[in-house]
């Protein structure tokens, strides 16, 4: 899998808040670790069909270890801005490769035992067309991307990464500033895809949308929900900082 380089998703989220400098070695090396389990989860997928069981345990054991691993880097903070936005780029990188791994794991281990190249091929046209618009995304190309996530909607109605691929969409209309659009694909991450884990940071954007938006009841609502329902996420720390804000400003 190709690596490309990640210059303007960090506008995207917010959700990447650094504070903690003693910990950055040791967030480092697990960046490391979980890279390296990648790669050997990516050899496996293209050499041996047979391990396609095991695989998809082993992913979802490496998702519940990416998260943990996410919100250690929101609480790093380094003396050089250089060294923060590696890390970044590393999650970023490490977010998009596991999800287009759970996809063609998902996808062979559907299509049965015989491995034929056939059964394979719509998996990874699904991964390939999700990464492609995932790439556009990070360049900053946000019309790209923005048409890259919609056809990837249209073309797959059965993928497992549908849910992320919509809240990736509703973050172009968000960073464009296309509040109202945004706040009504953020809401369809939360109504359609109930199990993703994007839910939170898409509660986290409704409550900023409806911010932008000065409905100021309904902001409060979202961000309370976020806090409520994932207290220990990273989208409830900057949902009560959102709503502390609000507070200072008397809204």
Same mark, same amino acid.
């Given at each position: ?8 998703l960090l506008v995207l989220s917010g959700l990447i808040a650094l504070t903690a400098p003693a910990s950055a070695q040791s967030t480092r090396d697990r960046v490391s670790t979980l890279e390296n389990k990648v790669l050997t989860l990516e050899r496996l997928l293209e050499n041996n069909q047979a391990v396609q069981? %095991? ?12 998260? +943990?691993?996410?919100? %250690?880097?929101?609480? /790093?903070?380094?003396? +050089? *801005?250089? *060294? ?6 590393? $999650? ?10 759970? #996809? ?5 281990? &559907? ?12 998996? /990874?046209?699904?991964?390939?067309? $999700?990464?492609? !618009? ?32 919509? $809240? ?13 659009? !945004?706040?009504? +694909?953020?809401?369809? &991450? ?6 993703? @884990?994007?839910?939170?940071? !898409? ?7 409806? $911010? ?7 902001? @409060? ?17 900057? #949902?009560?900082? @959102?709503? #502390?804000?609000?507070? +200072?400003?008397?809204?």
């Amino acid at each position: 899998m190709t690596r490309h380089p990640l210059t303007a998703l960090l506008v995207l989220s917010g959700l990447i808040a650094l504070t903690a400098p003693a910990s950055a070695q040791s967030t480092r090396d697990r960046v490391s670790t979980l890279e390296n389990k990648v790669l050997t989860l990516e050899r496996l997928l293209e050499n041996n069909q047979a391990v396609q069981t %095991d695989l998809l345990r082993r992913i979802q054991a490496l998702q519940t270890e990416n998260q +943990s691993l996410r919100e %250690d880097i929101d609480r /790093l903070q380094f003396d +050089s *801005g250089q *060294g923060a936005d590696r890390q970044r780029q590393l $999650y970023l990188d490490l977010d998009a490769r596991l999800q287009a791994l759970e #996809a063609r794991g998902g996808g062979a281990a &559907v299509a049965g035992t015989d491995g034929g190249g056939a059964d394979a091929a719509p998996a /990874l046209n699904d991964a390939d067309s $999700y990464q492609a !618009a995932f790439d556009q995304l990070k360049a900053g190309r946000y019309e790209e991307a923005q048409q890259g996530f919609l056809k990837f909607l249209t073309d797959f109605p059965d993928s497992t990464m549908r849910g992320n691929a919509q $809240y990736w969409l509703a973050e172009t209309y968000y960073v464009t500033r296309e509040f109202r659009t !945004a706040l009504a +694909s953020f809401q369809k &991450v939360i109504t359609d895809y109930p199990t993703t @884990r994007k839910v939170p940071d !898409a509660w986290l954007k409704v409550g900023y949308c409806n $911010y932008e938006l000065q409905n100021w009841s309904e902001a @409060r609502a979202a961000l309370n929900t976020a806090v409520a329902r994932y207290p220990d996420s990273t989208a409830a720390r900057l #949902a009560n900082e @959102r709503l #502390a804000q609000m507070r +200072s400003e008397g809204r």
